[in-house]
């Protein structure tokens, strides 16, 4: 089951609770209301009775707390495991490009033809490298061995390759760790006594 619908599961259920917890102490009041009113041992009991059935819809209402809780950690985890995944792709993207820039400027210093848009990409990220680079290339202009290379970047057109982060879909779609307890029925609200 995924996370997030077993969220909704069991807070559609800690709604239920609440709502039966409500009707029994309506219900406990108006037996101690009865009993106040007319001193008959009868709506006294009940109004135990019903106390006791309070007690117990009280008893699942926390234990269903500790499960959304859990339920709260483990979409926390899902959430934060892709957060990382992000971090971690944009920084070997990082790297990658920085290494493509350092590869640019020793073509260039070594008096190598580049593209005009890998130099360009050179001269924004790191001015200085770039001018550093083509001070050394005047040493190089008059060698008949100049290699000629293609640009180390794919068309601009093409775009990056799209990587879609979602960590609120991922963590939602995670799978439930662990069995989670069935769903009992909570005691009955003591119509009719």
């Known amino acids: 089951m995924k996370i ?19 009707n029994l102490i309506r219900q406990r009041e108006e037996a101690q209301h009865k009993y106040h009113a007319t001193g008959s041992v009868e709506f006294s009991e009940q109004a135990v009775t ?16 500790k499960i959304l809780d859990e339920l709260a950690e483990q979409h926390a985890l899902a959430w934060n ?49 770039y001018q550093a680079a083509k001070s050394a290339q005047m040493l190089h202009q008059l060698d008949e061995k100049r290699k000629k290379h293609k640009s180390l970047w794919k068309d601009e057109e093409e775009g990056p390759e799209a990587v879609e982060y979602d960590p609120q879909g991922k963590a939602d779609n995670a799978e439930v760790m662990g069995d989670l307890p069935e769903i009992k029925a909570a005691p009955e609200t003591g119509e009719g006594l």
């Open 4 to 22: 997030s619908e077993a969220q909704n599961i069991y807070r559609a259920h800690r709604q239920e609770l609440i709502d039966q917890t409500r």
């Open 81 to 129: 495991a892709e957060v990382a995944r992000q971090q971690a792709d944009t920084g070997s993207e990082q790297a990658e490009e920085y290494a493509k820039l350092m590869t640019v400027a020793m073509r260039i210093s070594r008096g190598d033809i580049v593209p005009y848009k890998d130099e360009k990409k050179l001269l924004e990220a790191y001015p200085d490298m």
């Open 50 to 65: 019903l106390q006791l059935s309070v007690d117990a819809v009280r008893e699942k209402f926390e234990e269903n707390e």
